[in-house]
């Protein structure tokens, strides 16, 4: 049976969190392990049209599911420190579910994307084994800026390298409310407090210049 209306638009407030990109404390960072001879730095640039950021959230209604654009991105980092830098950009404007009205509102009161146009994630380390061909596993630690304010986070990533190209993927859980946007749920529907982001993301693998 389809849910009232009111009730769908209550939970499309959620979508401006996809994004996520990316959560947890931060910790004393040990230096990444690397085999052999010392690396030059690694640029993995991202490419908008091969990636995708997905965000569900359940409620007592239901499990809302949607997506956001990436707008740009690039990674660059040195495998021998550790040391990461560049950044992911999101387009906070492009939160979908598949629920018109529910997406208005979203925009307009939770995501405020007229004042907050996008989402970003700076990477600052690289904690785990790197691989410059094949796959790896390893943690990025990094300050997300969404809706205004920064927050420290930590995200398992998996990547696979190979020859110019390169795939990753992970998943996080964003605290929203913790982090203060505001919570959508009223006397009749309870919504979860905590947003769960997937990202799928591919690009070229670049020298440095």
């Not at 640039?45 to 091969?50: S, T």
């Not at 579910?97 to 380390?125: C, W």
Request: proline share 5%; net charge negative; charged share 15%.
């Amino acid at each position: 049976m389809r849910a009232p209306r009111w009730k769908s638009t209550t939970l499309g407030a959620l979508g401006s969190l996809g994004c996520a990109l990316l959560l947890s404390a931060s910790a004393p960072l040990p230096r990444v392990q690397t085999s052999g001879t010392a690396l030059s730095e690694i640029v993995l640039n991202v490419d908008p049209a091969q990636s995708t950021v997905h965000w569900s959230v359940d409620s007592s209604l239901h499990l809302v599911h949607g997506t956001f654009a990436l707008k740009s991105g690039a990674l660059q980092f040195d495998p021998g420190t550790g040391h990461a830098g560049g950044e992911i950009v999101v387009s906070a404007d492009s939160g979908e579910s598949g629920n018109s009205s529910r997406d208005a509102r979203m925009h307009k009161e939770i995501l405020e994307t007229t004042k907050y146009q996008d989402v970003v994630f700076h990477p600052t380390q690289i904690d785990g084994h790197v691989a410059v061909s094949g796959a790896s596993d390893a943690k990025l630690h990094g300050v997300l800026s969404i809706h205004g304010a920064d927050h420290e986070l930590i995200v398992p990533v998996h990547a696979v390298l190979a020859s110019n190209h390169w795939r990753g993927s992970t998943q996080f859980e964003v605290p929203y409310v913790l982090w203060g946007i505001k919570d959508p749920s009223n006397f009749l529907l309870k919504v979860n407090h905590v947003v769960s982001v997937e990202l799928e993301l591919s690009g070229e693998v670049k020298a440095p210049k």
